[in-house]
């Protein structure tokens, strides 16, 4: 007995021209065609059924040059797509030079009085912007070309349009997720990754369980590959669970255990539809992926800002595994730094940036430092067709509102003492360490000194021992839970500061509240339990969360209110949050508190979230927003 890839391979013939044979002649091989774990195996009589008939009839079969030059057809659309964006750029600037030129030549037209001279130099400027001219021309007619051959190839290929949604998946998506399944799906024809990211909410999940069960589904006949999830190790369960609820049928196999363990689930990955790892195992277990040269039909990257440093181990270890197409799902592509956004890419399609030098001197440096609109623009064309977001206000009309609310408060006398003492003090001792050690030298000094100052806005007893003042801030908030609690409200309180939980409990436990708390040492499975309990149970009033465990992979419409007792960094982290309750689900408007006090560095770092998120759309039209590494001139703003 031997396989149909085998077979092929021993006659020096592609898969898919013996794989129509055996299609052509089921008639005559029903009965010899053995499946095994999803293989064709051929016993000898179908063997010499096949031989006969690919003496009589030879031209059925597609010779394995032809196959070859398909594949590399497929590489050269890549590869010419990557050639007409850097034809772009050439293009553009040779239009600056041509610009400088005229510049130049109309400043000596005005400055220099004499004619001779103003003659022979406008000639040579003249010269010179007609072979700019000429250069231009030649640059558009070789990109038009380009333009004209790849738009040919794609005409070959299914569009969108074309696109239908397999019957099993069709009353399950939304239709906006059915939109998504065509993007992915033509992205995949095109042999394209691409970057899915809907706001928190929306069903990222479900839109690419959607793509591999319709892999599935549509080769239900053939041999067919896993694919691979990679997300947060607290995610995984998530994974497993959403897919059993969305379709039962593909069969899931989640890496855990041991090293040996996790070693032999690996050998055996081939048996499964999809297979789900975490970043922390995958970072592990990579060498085993590569030992057995699997090729996934799709890699997914969940929460993909995992791979915004493209140094870090996360990041080179998911780059390592072999696919036919990459995915990525976020929704923050841009957090911190356009870097961010060019690791992205580096994973979802290697090379289509360019390499990171030059990303950073053609559109990081212009765009960031420079606001240069030419650049924003260039990279805007680069990545839009590559990255499709939805928010839920464009898609979700069926979602109760959203209000959210600006709560200042005062410092207490003391507090306000406390906070002005160490300021000063901590500007002294700054400057000092600034000037004998350098501003790039002196991070962790700086780092622990805003932490301080926010530390002291939330509760001075944070870091100050046998302080009995109390905290204006602590007294709002708990003011505002009673309210809310009273009236019959749910709520979700998150804070960067686990420590601050434990002030918290005491007047919460004081008040007679029920409530939960989620920090980063919170069990797996124990979070699934709590999550669950909290959307049931009236009683359970209040769900403390820290900022960083909390902020994605929950689901928690019980509460209608969400406090964020302390302002973060980037107003993206505490969206995220937001949207543990507004989300697919949620039946009551939501109210969203921030808690603010007033001058302070809270008033600063909720001053810098806006001014940062001023950016929005400005690389992304998909109201992404991104804000860059704080300054030493936005760092020290902090201190006044």
Known sequence: MVSIRDYAKMNNVSYEAIRQQVKRYEDELNGHIIKQNRTQFLDDVAVDILDQHRKENPVVIINKDTDSRLKQLEDENKNLLIKVAQQADKISQLNEDLKNKIEQMTSLLLENNEKTLLLEQKKDQAEEINQLKEQLDREKKEQLNEIEMLKN???????????EIPPSLDKILRYYQKTGYKWLKTLDNYKFGGILADDMGLGKTIQMLSIIAGYIEEN?????????????????????????????????????????????????????????????????????????????????????????????????????????????LTGTPIENSLAELWSIFDYIMPGYLFNYKKFKTEYEVP?????????????????????????????????????????????????????????????????????????????????????????????????IKDYNDGSSKLEQCIEIIKDATEAGHKILLFSGYTSMFEIIEKELEKNEITYFKLTGSTKVDER??????????????????????????????????????????????????????????????????????????????????????????????????????????????LFE
């Open 367 to 463: 765009i960031i430092k420079e606001d240069s609109q030419r650049a924003m623009k260039k990279l805007r064309m680069l990545i839009e067709p590559f990255v499709l977001r939805r928010t839920k206000k464009e898609v979700l009309t069926e979602l109760p509102e959203k209000t959210i609310t600006v709560l200042n408060n005062q410092m207490k006398d003391e507090q306000e003492k406390i906070y002005l003492n160490y300021l000063a003090q901590a500007k002294q001792d700054l400057a000092e360490t600034i000037n004998m050690q350098g501003f790039e030298r002196s991070h962790i000094q700086v780092l622990a000194a805003l932490t301080r100052l926010r530390q002291i806005c939330c509760h001075p007893s944070l870091f």
């Open 528 to 637: 699934i339990k709590m999550v669950d309990e909290f959307n049931e149970n009236k009683n359970i009033k209040v769900f403390l969360i820290s900022l960083k465990a909390g902020g994605t992979g929950l689901n928690l419409t019980g509460a209608d209110m969400v406090i964020h007792y302390d302002p973060w960094w980037n107003a993206s982290a505490e969206n995220q949050a937001t949207d543990r309750a507004y989300r697919i689900g949620q039946k009551n408007n939501v109210q969203v508190y921030k808690l603010i006090t007033k001058n302070s560095i809270e008033e600063k770092i909720y001053e810098l979230q806006k001014k940062k998120s001023e950016l929005i759309d400005n690389v992304l039209d998909t109201k992404t927003s991104f804000i860059s590494k704080l300054s030493k001139e936005d760092i020290m703003k």
């Open 153 to 163: 190839e794609l005409e070959k290929e299914k569009g969108e349009d074309d696109i």
């Open 220 to 328: 239900k006949d053939e041999e067919t590959r896993a694919s691979i999830v990679i997300c947060p190790s607290s995610l995984a369960l998530n994974w497993q669970n959403e897919s059993q609820k969305f379709t039962n049928k593909l069969k899931t196999l989640v890496i855990k255990g041991n090293s040996e363990e996790r070693k032999e689930q690996i050998s055996k990955i081939g048996e499964y539809d999809l297979v789900i790892t975490s970043y922390d195992l995958l970072k592990r277990d990579v060498e085993s992926y590569k030992a057995t040269k699997y090729q996934f039909r799709f890699s997914i990257a969940d929460e993909a800002q995992y791979l915004k440093n493209s140094n870090t181990q996360n990041a080179k270890a998911v780059k390592e595994i072999l696919a036919d197409t990459r995915y990525a």
